[in-house]
């Protein structure tokens, strides 16, 4: 298992071949078993087979193909709903429309998508994060009809893989790891540690591509500019408070 982990790919393109329900339940029923606050599971998934409801989620992430071209979309929510239902109709309180709870309630969808994808691998399935959830949980939120005190948090398109990419490359552990405390970088070593990743010879075809100097110019320039963060960091807090959460 350590060595699919280490030779894992993220992917995009997928066969016709359908996943099966029972196979499906099979690895939400184990990711389930993923940890999680308190033992309250504070997480949902919506399940989208119908390829006309995958079409109408299609344009919150961008029209990104694999949306509408995987046999199965799972939107993973933050979800507090279920348990202050319960606690109501068991003669408590639950004080979880609050900052702290929307946070307990990510890390737990968030451990409970990573154990559901780190399962579907192992069985042979495909797997892509969208991280455009979060761009537009309004759209999200429209589109599975999610109440009050549910979030969408992250997506992910699932099926057998049509084809094998390329591995994309990843820092070296020093860049990520620190011991007994946290050590800042200087110039000099974040040269060292970017400099395998710069010197890729894609990498270095992106830089040219989008007209820029340097990849971190890429990134901060082209794919994630300041005025779109800030629009999408907008349009998330609202949906927090549409929701509840604020």
Same mark, same amino acid.
């Given at each position: 298992?350590?060595?699919?982990?280490?030779?894992?790919?993220?992917?995009?393109?997928?066969?016709?071949?359908?996943?099966?329900?029972?196979?499906?339940?099979?690895?939400?029923?184990?990711?389930?078993?993923?940890?999680?606050?308190?033992?309250?599971?504070?997480?949902?998934?919506?399940?989208?087979?119908?390829?006309?409801?995958?079409?109408?989620?299609?344009?919150?992430?961008?029209?990104?193909?694999?949306?509408?071209?995987?046999?199965?979309?799972?939107?993973?929510?933050? &979800? #507090?709903?279920?348990?202050? +239902?319960? @606690?109501?109709?068991? %003669?408590?309180?639950?004080?979880?429309? =609050?900052?702290?709870?929307?946070?307990?309630?990510?890390?737990?969808?968030?451990?409970?998508?990573?154990?559901?994808?780190?399962?579907?691998?192992?069985?042979?399935?495909?797997?892509?994060?969208?991280?455009?959830?979060?761009?537009?949980?309004?759209?999200?939120?429209?589109?599975?009809?999610?109440?009050?005190?549910?979030?969408?948090?992250?997506?992910?398109?699932?099926?057998?893989?049509?084809?094998?990419?390329?591995?994309?490359?990843?820092?070296?552990?020093?860049?990520?790891?620190?011991?007994?405390?946290?050590?800042?970088?200087?110039?000099?070593?974040? &040269? #060292?540690?970017?400099?395998? +990743?710069? @010197?890729?010879?894609? %990498?270095?075809?992106?830089?040219?591509? =989008?007209?820029?100097?340097?990849?971190?110019?890429?990134?901060?320039?082209?794919?994630?500019?300041?005025?779109?963060?800030?629009?999408?960091?907008?349009?998330?807090?609202?949906?927090?408070?549409?929701?509840?959460?604020?």
């Amino acid at each position: 298992m350590l060595e699919k982990m280490k030779n894992r790919r993220t992917i995009r393109k997928y066969t016709d071949q359908a996943i099966d329900d029972a196979l499906l339940c099979e690895l939400l029923e184990v990711a389930a078993r993923a940890s999680n606050t308190g033992n309250m599971q504070l997480y949902s998934v919506v399940v989208t087979r119908d390829q006309a409801k995958k079409e109408a989620l299609a344009p919150a992430h961008f029209n990104q193909p694999m949306v509408t071209a995987a046999p199965v979309v799972l939107t993973f929510c933050a &979800d #507090a709903n279920r348990f202050v +239902k319960w @606690a109501e109709q068991r %003669n408590a309180i639950a004080g979880f429309d =609050n900052l702290q709870t929307f946070m307990a309630a990510t890390i737990d969808a968030m451990l409970f998508a990573q154990s559901f994808c780190t399962a579907a691998e192992e069985k042979g399935l495909g797997i892509c994060y969208l991280g455009t959830t979060t761009y537009n949980a309004d759209k999200i939120v429209n589109a599975l009809n999610l109440p009050r005190l549910v979030v969408p948090i992250v997506t992910v398109t699932v099926g057998y893989p049509d084809g094998l990419p390329e591995q994309p490359e990843r820092l070296p552990l020093e860049a990520i790891m620190h011991q007994e405390s946290y050590v800042d970088y200087t110039p000099e070593s974040i &040269d #060292a540690l970017y400099h395998d +990743k710069e @010197a890729l010879e894609a %990498n270095i075809r992106f830089v040219q591509e =989008n007209n820029k100097e340097t990849l971190a110019q890429v990134f901060t320039d082209v794919r994630y500019t300041k005025a779109n963060n800030e629009f999408f960091s907008k349009v998330f807090i609202d949906v927090l408070k549409q929701q509840g959460f604020l």
